[in-house]
């Protein structure tokens, strides 16, 4: 199985700021990777999917770049409604479909 | 756009059946892979497996043994059942739509149903 692991699992910013989170892939994914937003008590939404697309919908200022194992998601800047976790997830190889552990972005 | 709702008990006892249904709206079931994701309180996320209209299925390997996923394409739903549930199957579930046999990744997702473990 593909293992999936972000950095940080944790960070704090401000309204504004820039911020990059980042996945890693165990091996190869190519750009099948895809990025969510899971808000408190709502289910996740898909942000980004095949490394760089956007969802129809999300705003400009996500974006996703990568491929290979490393990955990075950005928001250029952060809005209140942006404080979130975010999760990243392969889709190269599956069964089974996996998940990043997420990183929560507070406020600082 | 497709709407998904899951429903079911919140609360199961140990050594049960957890089972739930996810009814899919403003959008036909057929074509496509359909998932259940799981979210333990205050963790992430754990795909439990998917199923497509056909009735084909992929389980994850850690629950495969008490995993049934299955579809009924008359009523445009599919269900989930968990069997020999304990404290650690306690969670929200999602249901969620797979985009395409050759990208499994989930654009839309039900609002979720937190099933609770206990005696």
């Known amino acids: 199985d593909i293992q999936m692991t972000q950095s940080p699992s944790s960070l704090s910013a401000s309204v504004g700021d820039r911020v990059t989170i980042t996945c890693r892939a165990s091996q190869s994914i190519i750009t099948y990777l895809n990025w969510y937003q899971q808000k408190p008590g709502k289910a996740p939404k898909l942000l980004i999917y095949a490394a760089s697309s956007l969802q129809s919908g999300v705003p400009s200022r996500f974006s996703g770049s990568g491929s290979g194992t490393d990955f990075t998601l950005t928001i250029s800047s952060l809005q209140p409604e942006d404080f979130a976790t975010y999760y990243c997830q392969q889709s190269y190889s599956t069964p089974p479909i996996t998940f990043g552990q997420g990183t929560r972005l507070g406020i600082k | 756009q497709v709407q998904l709702q899951e429903s079911g008990p919140g609360l199961v006892k140990p050594s049960e059946t957890l089972s739930l249904t996810c009814t899919v709206s403003?959008?036909?079931?057929?074509?496509?892979?359909w998932s259940w994701i799981r979210q333990p309180p205050g963790k992430g996320l754990e795909w439990i497996g998917y199923i497509y209209y056909s009735g084909s299925t992929n389980y994850s390997p850690s629950l495969k043994s008490r995993v049934t996923i299955s579809v009924d394409t008359s009523k445009n739903q599919f269900s989930l059942k968990l069997s020999s549930v304990t404290a650690a199957d306690t969670a929200v579930y999602y249901c969620a739509r797979v985009y395409s046999a050759y990208d499994k990744f989930l654009d839309y997702w039900g609002q979720g149903t937190l099933v609770t473990v206990s005696s």
């Open positions: 403003s959008g036909s079931i057929s074509n496509y892979y």
